[in-house]
């Protein structure tokens, strides 16, 4: 069990940055030529890792139905998801797309039940509730007064999270192994964001702009799923879920840092019911272990 700290917490670590690199990216950068980029710096990263740890040899024991489903479940969490958050955090305060993007979890859990099968508890529907109102209470005072800008960029955020939640219980449903899967994702999403990038106009981009994209793209995006996944093998998942928790909290961190963005009440309070109705969701899948 202690072998899957390390590499949990190198992935909650990276995924704090998420939501500071790409405010910073997309004040400067188009939402397609951002995601262009950083999923072909993931899709690259992640060739290198299947070479040197022997996986790509796994390629030949899939059909042609496997990779239509692992390049269709990965442009939903690889590149609608992040067409979707992106979008949304151009328009609202950086903690606040990050925290709302947080309900991911909880959507998890309802793909479960639409898609395996798994059974709605009172727990569940508790949990899925409290997210709602968290969500609701991270927009605060501007949802109150019928900010319209609010209200899009919210729901541009919840339905990057629904495209990871459904990701998510695809890649339980198939069990594909996961550095291929993301692999063929990311050049996928590099291919189908490139047309749109494209047409944005000129590639102009400084040596602190790449280097911010490598980041995003190698960092946030392939190493950090790849660094979780390696922990979720390694020890009991429920209890590795549970350092999720560190994620919104630590991005808060380097959002007041790094953005020198003022972190409103409304959104803490938000993020703590969100988080309690992960807490309360998870709980059951510990008794259900124990």
């Known amino acids: 069990m202690k072998k899957a700290y390390f590499p949990a917490g190198i992935a909650i670590l990276l995924w704090s ?16 030529r951002v995601l262009c980029i950083s999923t072909l710096f993931a899709a690259v990263a992640l060739l290198m890792y299947n070479v040197a740890t022997g996986r790509l040899k796994l390629l030949r024991q899939y059909r042609p139905l496997d990779y239509l489903r692992m390049i269709g479940a990965g442009l939903l969490g690889n590149c609608f998801y992040y067409v979707f958050y992106y979008a949304g955090a151009a328009i609202l305060p950086a903690s606040q797309a990050f925290i709302i993007n947080y309900l991911w979890p909880i959507l998890s859990v309802v793909f479960a039940i639409l898609l395996l099968g798994e059974r709605l508890t009172i727990r569940k529907g508790l949990a899925f509730l ?5 969500v609701l209470t991270v927009a605060g005072g501007d949802l109150l007064h019928f900010e319209t800008d609010t209200l899009w960029g919210m729901l541009l955020c919840v339905a990057g999270a629904v495209c990871y939640g459904a990701f998510t219980a695809f890649n339980k449903k198939w069990d594909y192994d996961l550095p291929i899967a993301m692999m063929l994702s990311f050049f996928a999403s590099a291919l189908v964001t490139l047309v749109p990038a494209l047409a944005e106009g000129a590639w102009t981009l400084s040596w602190g702009q790449v280097a911010g994209l490598a980041w995003n793209g190698i960092g946030t995006m392939a190493a950090a799923n790849t660094c979780w996944a390696v922990a979720l093998s390694k020890g009991n998942t429920a209890r590795i879920s549970n350092l999720a928790y560190i994620t919104p909290f630590l991005s808060m961190v380097w959002i ?35």
């Open 17 to 32: 940055t998420m939501a500071t690199t790409a405010k910073l990216l997309l004040g400067s950068i188009d939402t397609y």
């Open 256 to 290: 007041s840092l790094i953005l020198q963005e003022s972190i409103s009440p409304w959104s803490l309070l938000g993020l703590c019911v969100i988080v309690l109705g992960i807490v309360i969701q998870l709980k059951e899948k510990e008794k259900a272990l124990s």
């Open 130 to 134: 409290l997210s709602f109102i968290g």
